[in-house]
Every structure is written in structure tokens, then in C-alpha cells.
């Protein structure tokens, strides 16, 4: 079991201290004895320690600052949600495969902001001009909230903040189960709750520094008592050898603990493994051994929206991929709902 995140280091913007928040995590961070730096900005983060890219990199994984979002815009945020709402960016995980991996470029470091009250105020106007039609929130586009919140406790204020929203809905996905502070959060069934679960072969090979399964799945079981409306997002969804055992094997590992009265809300989420050229650079880079397979002749390459194409399984492989997940997920979760293959 890994234990709750403790940066190693902390960077602050000086206006951080402005906010309740920022005074909060500066007094809890000296009294744990982390150094803290001063940086004018939380996107000019420099200097962190190390004497090469590879050690870098990874004191930067560990490395939390703590700034104030200046942007209020929110990015639209397909399929999940109509908005990303921007609570924290980065993450400690190790996913070789993840998208943050180019999204982050040269700021592996993890932000949290402090003005939480402007964040949700933002929020609030976007809710306010699609009312009365209701607007879903997606916590974590750039980020593991989950994975800092014990700390912050930001994603248990938006909970509660958007529990009393009329027309918001939150959700977010996690592959942490530190969730313990979440669970009397007044949510009033507004928010979606979502583990990010894999085969054991992917979690073991490529998700480095995340819960093991078991504990992810004992977790949503207490999520789902706590009376949050359930999810889990398998991605991603990766062809190796055994691949059809390893997934049924996870279904099988969920079907066990999940018990029938916790059921009648679940969804699932499919996401098939894919990369870009740009992608493929920084994995390679960051993690040099990796066993991940990113051969473009394997791949159909699949146009963009925004010019930048994608690497994904070919047309038969995909169509595979969703015959074998709907039929498990018919034999072992008949009344639960997959929202989308991509």
C-alpha cells in the first residue's frame, strides 16, 4: 500500500499567502519540517534540484507549488464533461502512457491553487448561462486531485460547493485511494466518483507510484457507501499478451467486492490505449526502459481536432477490444452503463 503524498519540496507565489488556503498549507508544510522556496510565478518554476533531465524529472514529480489560477477561462472538456474546472495541474503517478506527459511539457511539477472561492465563482457564471440546462465539471483533466487533496482539501469544497449548486454536477477520476476525508463530504449525489482501473500487467509495467487495484476497488467501495454515484474509467485499454485474462480477471476482482446494493448507478468508461509522435519523445525520454509498445506501423493513425493526430489499434483490434468489454461487462455488471468507447 503506498502511503498519502508528501512533497519533498514546496515552491510559493508570494500572492499565495493572501488566501486563506496559502497560509494554511504554508504554516502545515513548515511544521513539517519541507522546504519551502518563493517563485514569482507557479509557470516559472526553476531551478529544481538534480544534476541531470532523469533526476530532475523526478524531484519534480515530488515537488508541489502552491499558486493562484489568474486564468478563469475554463477549458471545454470532452467526452466527460462540458468544463474542466482547474483545481490542480500535474501529478506524483508515474503513468508512463499518460497524455500529461507532452500536455506538461517542462513543468512535470504538480500546482495547486489557493483561490478556491474564485474558481467556483467562475463556476457559477458558466452554470448561469446554460441554466436550466445542467453543467458537468470534470476535476481532473490535468491532474490526480485525489492524489494531493488530503492536503488542500479543494476537491472536498468544490464537492459541497457544487452539492448546493442548482444546475453543476462535478466528477473526477482517481488512482489513489486516500479518500477517507471525502467521504462525509455534503455532496448530495452531485458528484460522480470515478477510479481509473487497469489489468494487473498495466499497473504493474507502466503505472508506477499509483494504488495497487485492490486497494482503488476497496476505496470505491467506500466511496459508494459514503452514497456517491460511482464510476470507473478503464484506460488504458492495453493489448498485451493475455490481455482478454488479465481484463476478465479485473472484472472478476471488482464483481467479488462490490456489493449488489451498490450497483444500480455505475458507469464505465472505455478508453483505448493511443499516442502521438510528440508523446512518444517525452515517454521515451522520461522513462528510457519503458516496455510500453509505440510502433507506429502497429497503429492506424487517427486524425486530431487541433492538427495533431494519434496513434490508436487498428480498426479490427478495436472492434475486438469493445466486443470483449461489453461482454464482460454484460456477465458481470448487466445493470451498469458504458458512456463511451474512444
Request: hydrophobic share 30%; glycine share 6%; with cysteine.
Amino acid at each position: 500500500m503506498i502511503p498519502p503524498f508528501v512533497p519533498q519540496l514546496v515552491y510559493m507565489e508570494p500572492r499565495a499567502l493572501e488566501y486563506p488556503l496559502g497560509e494554511q498549507l504554508h504554516k502545515k508544510f513548515t511544521d513539517m519540517g519541507i522546504e519551502i522556496r518563493q517563485t514569482t510565478s507557479h509557470n516559472q518554476v526553476r531551478n529544481i534540484p538534480g544534476k541531470n533531465h532523469f533526476q530532475q524529472y523526478r524531484v519534480a514529480k515530488s515537488t508541489l507549488v502552491v499558486g493562484v489560477r489568474k486564468t478563469l477561462k475554463f477549458d471545454t472538456s470532452k467526452p466527460s464533461a462540458e468544463y474542466a474546472i482547474p483545481l490542480a495541474t500535474g501529478c506524483m503517478g508515474h503513468c508512463q502512457y499518460c497524455y500529461l506527459q507532452t500536455t506538461m511539457g517542462s513543468k512535470p511539477y504538480i500546482r495547486t491553487y489557493v483561490n478556491t472561492d474564485e474558481i467556483f465563482n467562475a463556476a457559477d457564471e458558466y452554470m448561469q448561462e446554460r441554466a436550466p440546462k445542467e453543467t458537468r465539471f470534470e476535476a481532473a483533466c490535468t491532474s490526480d486531485i485525489v492524489g494531493i487533496d488530503h492536503l488542500t482539501h479543494s476537491l472536498k469544497k468544490a464537492i459541497e460547493h457544487f452539492g448546493k449548486s442548482e444546475h453543476g454536477k462535478l466528477r473526477f477520476v482517481t488512482k489513489y485511494h486516500h479518500v477517507d476525508h471525502l467521504l462525509d463530504a455534503d455532496h448530495r449525489g452531485k458528484t460522480r466518483f470515478r477510479f481509473s482501473i487497469n489489468a494487473d500487467y498495466v499497473i504493474k509495467h507502466f503505472e508506477h507510484g499509483t494504488s495497487p487495484l485492490n486497494e482503488r476497488i476497496n476505496a470505491a467501495v467506500k466511496v459508494a457507501k459514503a452514497g456517491y454515484p460511482l464510476g470507473f474509467i478503464i484506460a488504458p485499454i492495453y493489448l498485451h499478451e493475455g490481455w482478454e485474462k488479465g481484463y476478465y480477471t479485473m472484472f472478476e476482482k471488482l464483481n467479488k467486492k462490490l456489493p449488489q446494493s451498490l450497483r444500480q448507478n455505475v458507469t464505465f468508461e472505455l478508453i483505448q490505449h493511443r499516442f502521438t509522435k510528440p508523446a512518444k519523445r517525452v515517454i521515451q525520454k522520461n522513462y528510457p526502459m519503458t516496455k510500453l509498445e509505440l510502433d507506429e506501423e502497429k497503429r492506424k493513425y487517427k486524425w486530431g481536432k487541433y492538427g495533431i493526430g494519434k496513434y490508436v489499434y487498428q480498426t479490427q483490434e478495436q472492434e475486438m477490444i469493445q466486443e470483449t468489454f461489453h461482454r464482460y461487462k454484460d456477465e458481470f455488471f448487466p445493470e451498469s452503463k458504458i458512456e463511451y468507447f474512444t
